[in-house]
Structure formats: C-alpha cells, structure tokens
C-alpha cells in the first residue's frame, strides 16, 4: 500500500539561540529520518523532552520544512511544490492537534468561526454548507451546539481540546498528527480525549501519529511504536513488542521508567543527562549514557537491522537480546553503573581502613 507521508534521509538543523540571540552553534533537532506513515495506522512517538518529537510532528505535516532531505505527500516532493500548492496539498490531507488547546486556539473567537476559518481559507463549500460542517464537526467531537456561540476562554480544558481535535478535522484529513495532546488536560478527561481520538480514527479511517512522553499511552493507542533519541529514530516496533521485546537499550530503558507496570521493578539507571543536540555524540547518541556501550559505538553510527518480525527495526550495536528480562537488564546497568563510579575513585579509596 501506498504510503500518505514518507520521509526520506529529512534533517532539521536550527541555528541555536543563547539569551534570545543567535550563536555559530546548531541545534541538530532531526538527524536522518526515514519513515513512511500508511493511511489509516496509528503511530506512536515517544521519546525524553527535547528528542525531537514535535519537530518530527511538524514535519510529517508540512508545517516545518527540513534542512535536507524530502518530505513526499501522497508521491509528490512536498517542498519543491510552489507555495500555494503546498499549502492546498496540506491543508486537504493533514492536520494537527497541539499539546495546550488553551494557546492554541484564537481566544477572541467563538467556537464557530475557529471551526469554519478553515473551510473559509481553503474555500470549501457555499456559506450555508460551510455551516452544516461546523455543526458536524461539533457533533463528531461531542460538542452541544449550545457552545456554538461560546469563547475558548468560556470552555473547560476538555471541551477546548475537542474544539481543536474538531478544527484539525474540519478539511477531512487522511492524516491527523496529535503532539501531546492530553499533557496539558486534568487527569479525569484525559481518558475521554484519548478514546475520542480512537474513535475518530476508526469511524473515519484516519492515519494518526500520537506523540507523547507517556510510552504506556502510546503502546495503547498505537499500531507501531517509534523511539527517538537525540534528533533519531533508534528502534520502530508494532506496540505489543515495545514492553519487554524492545531491543534497543534506550526504549528498554524508557519502558522500565514507565509507572504503573504489572509487575513493578526499578528503573533502569541511565548515566548521565542527555547530551546537547547541538554537540550529539559520535557513532551511537546514546552511547554516553548506555550500560553496553564500548569502543564501536563511540565511532560508527549503527545502521537499522531487523529484529525477528519484519515491522520491527532498531539502531544499535550491542542490542538487548531476544527474551533478556528487564530485571536481568536492571542488574547489568547498575552493575556497569558500580563499576564506572569505582573506576573513578582512586583505587586507595575503595578499601576501607580497618576501624
Ligand atoms: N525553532 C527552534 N530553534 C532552535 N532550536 C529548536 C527549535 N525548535 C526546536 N529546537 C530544539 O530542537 C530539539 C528538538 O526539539 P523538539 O521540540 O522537537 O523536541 P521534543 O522531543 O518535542 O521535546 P518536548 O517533549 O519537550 O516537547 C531541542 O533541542 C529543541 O530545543
């Protein structure tokens, strides 16, 4: 099948800011994303802050240009399209849900004209089809057309984030991109957002990429499950092999950290903070941080190899092994974790004087 979004070798570098002012650094936000999205899968993308979910996010829909590499839509070079075709080729099929409904929706407009401005651009339909479609849009979210008239400012948190699921479906989208979309809600609505958005995809056989922090969320949600770290996509797994099948140590890692897991064990200890994505590591960009991590890793960068499914790829040298326990896992890090902090205290200082 032909995919709706495809990736190809896609950067982005930013110039890097200090203060507000630019410096000679750059901020390496992607590095090398190959990726295709089929229409009507859910994808999910997690990842520690900073890893460059949201600017993958943008990219997929057409919101942020990359540095290099191509962005295909539907078999067309998105970014060689003249601008007006671009924006008709983005508008029509893709569209986007932001982390805080609150700032991303015009607080001086009534939930109506937010729902309609996008037909109004994109110049679909006559005045009064234009009004039949903001009341199904608020109808397909769950919205009483009471709050037609509302402000955002006038809404719950709740209802907000349905107006804006309802504004990035208004031109009928294949593809629905969703960065965070419950992060900012009060736990008791998150669930209901999160099954809005499931349901949404079954009834109108939406593709959704679903970016979150929350790997438990994602692996419920999704079809297949992507990790990124440091600006790359390090493992792309189908969601019931991202628990304890994962192969890259990183995702293992992240899964181990997650809450509220059946059978609660300890984190995996990780060494170190995430290095800057305006100085990422040489060879593997975990490696700083990794328990397994030697020589190679620090100079060659690992291509993708497969794992024993054909869906699921990851981006490492020394890989988990197939059926290796997360404790088994716990125990060696914090064993390469002992041994890292011995080798840094002078040898006299490991023995205890006699007391
Ligand atoms: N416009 C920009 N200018 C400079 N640097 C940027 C810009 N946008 C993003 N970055 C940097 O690019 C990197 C990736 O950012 P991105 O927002 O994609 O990460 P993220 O994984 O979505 O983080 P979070 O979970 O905190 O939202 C970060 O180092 C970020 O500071």
Known sequence: MSALVRLSDTHVVHKARSGGVFTRDKVYALTGADLAIAPGETVGVVGESGCGKSTLAKVLVGVQQPTSGTVTFGGRDLWSLKPAERRTAVGGSTGMIFQDPSTALNRRLPVRQILRDPLDVHRRGTTAERADRVRELMSLVGLPRALADALPGQLSGGQRQRVAIARALALDPDLVVADEPTSALDVS??????NLLLDLKE????ALVFVSHDIQTVRRMSDRVITMYLGRIVEESPADEVTDRSRHPYTRALFSATPGL????????L????PS???PPSGCPFRTRCWKADEVCGSVMPDFAAASRPDHRFRCHHPVEEGESTRALVAQAESAASATAMADVPFQQHIREPS
């Open 189 to 194: 609505v998150r669930a209901q957002i999160l």
């Open 203 to 206: 009834r109108l056989g939406l």
């Open 262 to 269: 059946l059978d609660p064990i300890d984190p995996i200890p």
């Open 271 to 274: 060494v170190g903070p995430v």
């Open 277 to 279: 994505a305006t100085r």
